[in-house]
């Protein structure tokens, strides 16, 4: 069983910034993904950031360049800085994690925070 618990959303002026985190528990293997996927208000949930636990990071193109994913691997938590947020960064976000172990791989998802960002 793998726990996530996000926090840091909130309601942010364009052009802001927020800092999400991300700490997971459990039974986590050393071979895993950690990241963020978003979902706004009637679209479907999409891709944001990643980061393995080599430190490799992938981000989606329309945030590259303001958003920053960082991981603690000793504490098993990352980071989601967003700056120069954006009206269409307003979503529910929610951390994941795909776990693996040889041909083994779960996928876990936290329950979400929310970002507004608004005027």
């Known amino acids: 069983q793998v726990q996530l618990v996000e926090s840091g959303g909130g309601l942010v002026q364009p052009g802001g910034s927020l800092r999400l985190s991300c700490a997971a528990s459990?039974?986590?293997?050393?071979?895993?993904?950690m990241g963020w996927y978003r979902q706004a208000p009637g679209k479907q949930r999409e891709f944001v950031a990643s980061?393995?636990?080599?430190?490799?990071?992938n981000y989606h193109v329309s945030v590259k360049g303001r958003f920053t994913i960082s991981r603690d691997n000793a504490k098993n938590t990352i980071i989601l800085q967003m700056n120069s947020l954006k009206p269409e960064d307003t979503a529910v976000y929610y951390c994941?994690?795909?776990?693996?172990?040889?041909?083994?791989?779960?996928?876990?998802w936290g329950k979400g925070t929310l970002v507004t960002v608004s005027s």
């Open positions: 459990g039974r986590i293997f050393n071979d895993n993904t």
């Open positions: 994941n994690l795909q776990n693996r172990q040889g041909a083994y791989a779960t996928v876990d």
């Open positions: 980061v393995t636990n080599n430190g490799n990071t």
